[in-house]
């Protein structure tokens, strides 16, 4: 089918960037992923993701009172002794391979 139709939209430009450098590095031109992503929402008759508030949010240190950074220091002791943990060298490897560092 013969792409005709244009597309016009206003978009932060520092997402603009990096979502292009991401498509660049991908081989993928925005206007083939614009595209899929349409595609997409056609097929799943939807987002093709979930759109939601998340159930928790990144802790802001400065923001966190002093009773707050004590109980996060308590729950990471506690996962400390529980075992629920994993050493730096396997949390950076994670990263490097997650962010293809």
């Known amino acids: 089918?013969?792409?005709?139709?244009?597309?016009?939209?206003?978009?932060?430009?520092?997402?603009?960037?990096?979502?292009?450098?991401?498509?660049?590095?991908?081989?993928?031109?925005?206007?083939?992923?614009?595209?899929?992503?349409?595609?997409?929402?056609?097929?799943?008759r939807g987002l093709p993701f979930d759109v939601k508030i998340p159930k928790s949010r990144l802790l802001d240190i400065s923001e966190m009172t002093e009773s707050q950074m004590d109980k996060e220091l308590e729950k990471g002791y506690d996962d400390m002794k529980a075992g629920r943990i994993k050493s730096a060298k396997t949390t950076f490897a994670d990263i490097r391979k997650d962010y293809d560092l």
């Open 1 to 44: 089918m013969a792409k005709t139709a244009n597309l016009y939209a206003r978009i932060e430009p520092e997402v603009k960037e990096q979502a292009e450098s991401i498509l660049e590095t991908l081989g993928i031109p925005a206007s083939n992923a614009i595209n899929m992503f349409y595609k997409q929402i056609i097929l799943q």
